[in-house]
Antibody, heavy 117, light 110 residues
Framework: QVQLVESGGGVVQPGGSLRLSCAATGFAFSSHGMHWVRQAPGKGLEWVVH????????NYAASVKGRFTISRDNSENTVYLQMNSLRAEDTAVYYC??????????WGQGTLVTVSS | QTVVTQEASFSVSPGGTVTLTCGLNSGSVSTRHYPSWYRQTPGQAPRTLIS???TRSSGVPDRFSGSILGDRAALTITGAQADDESHYYCMLYVTSGVWMFGGGTKLTVL
């Protein structure tokens, strides 16, 4: 049974940093790309970033390029999102999702990031 | 700037059929955009319904179907039920390495 469990969310001041983790179980993690998707309070879904199965391929939304960095540890079945220079507009629930043919097939339950002074 | 468009809201009667659509402000949607569809109820994580235009995810009833209609991707729900009331999001692979969601459609069943 596929499970994705995000952690690392919390409250951070503008300009601060936070690292999110997504622990994966129930599938061959190293054979699949992974994504992060976020949802600001009361708003729609926004794709944030993708990492390929071997971490050589990384793609970022324009809104986070240069501030966020995705990485993965295939030995730990975990994908990370390092978020720097955080802004109020980065406040959102962050979901990790498993890549499936240019879409997602499984989602985590999300972790809330609040950027506020 | 590329924008993925969806109807803001739609309503359907119980037992009825509704088609939600997904467009691109820069042109036509085709299978090369690998359209996918997701459903989300308040406070819950999204759930995948359809990938690659028309492939239903595991456990999704065949009342849900995906297609290309004209220049848009489409999600058709037949035999609408009360618990189909939800937000529906489409997503497109708009260019190499870039995915984009539509703004979502709030579906009401009444």
């Amino acid at each position: 049974q596929v499970q994705l469990v995000e952690s690392g969310g919390g409250v951070v001041q503008p300009g601060g940093s936070l690292r999110l983790s997504c622990a994966a179980t129930g599938f061959a993690f190293s054979s699949h790309g992974m994504h992060w998707v976020r949802q600001a309070p009361g708003k729609g879904l926004e794709w944030v970033v993708h990492i390929g199965q071997n971490a050589n391929n990384k793609n970022y939304a324009a809104s986070v390029k240069g501030r966020f960095t995705i990485s993965r540890d295939n030995s730990e079945n975990t994908v990370y999102l390092q978020m720097n220079s955080l802004r109020a507009e980065d406040t959102a629930v962050y979901y990790c999702a498993k890549d499936y043919y240019w879409a997602f097939d499984y989602w985590g339950q999300g972790t809330l990031v609040t950027v506020s002074s | 700037q590329t924008v993925v468009t969806q109807e803001a809201s739609f309503s359907v009667s119980p037992g009825g059929t509704v088609t939600l659509t997904c467009g691109l402000n820069s042109g036509s949607v085709s299978t090369r955009h690998y359209p996918s569809w997701y459903r989300q109820t308040p406070g819950q994580a999204p759930r995948t319904l359809i990938s690659t235009t028309n492939t239903r995810s595991s456990g999704v009833p065949d009342r849900f179907s995906g297609s290309i209609l004209g220049d848009r991707a489409a999600l058709t729900i037949t035999g609408a039920q009360a618990d189909d009331e939800s937000h529906y999001y489409c997503m497109l692979y708009v260019t190499s390495g870039v995915w984009m969601f539509g703004g979502g459609t709030k579906l009401t069943v009444l």
